[in-house]
């Protein structure tokens, strides 16, 4: 099993900036991927990036194309999602994940972190 944590959530106004950090720690061996996903309000959780753990491979959702990159550290075992020119619509709670295999279907993944919430205002 991973354990994951998210930090850097908050605040900011429409077409801010904020960096998510999602620290990684136990059978990281194990994983191949890591991956971002978001849920608002009434909504289901949606994929957001991914980047393979040991490759550079990235994917992202197109709401996010352009706005929002995903990176890592694996000496740190940290990934990384920096969102930039933030619209209200990306507020939702924002959950790292952990997965074996290379997907972008939450269903996929083992191990989710307790999740950050990102609010953007006008």
């Known amino acids: 099993q991973v354990q994951l944590v998210e930090s850097g959530g908050g605040l900011v106004q429409a077409g801010g900036s904020l960096r998510l950090a999602c620290a990684a720690s136990?059978?990281?061996?194990?994983?191949?991927?890591m991956g971002w996903f978001r849920q608002a309000p009434g909504k289901e959780r949606e994929f957001v990036a991914l980047?393979?753990?040991?490759?550079?491979?990235?994917y992202y959702v197109d709401s996010v194309k352009g706005r929002f990159t995903i990176s890592k550290d694996n000496a740190k075992n940290t990934v990384y999602l920096q969102m930039n020119s933030l619209k209200l619509e990306d507020s939702a709670v924002y959950y790292c994940?952990?997965?074996?295999?290379?997907?972008?279907?939450?269903?996929?993944?083992?191990?989710w972190g307790p999740g950050t919430q990102v609010t953007v205002s006008p």
């Open positions: 994940a952990a997965s074996e295999i290379l997907t972008t279907k939450a269903e996929d993944f083992t191990s």
């Open positions: 136990g059978r990281t061996f194990s994983t191949y991927a």
């Open positions: 980047i393979a753990w040991n490759y550079d491979n990235t």
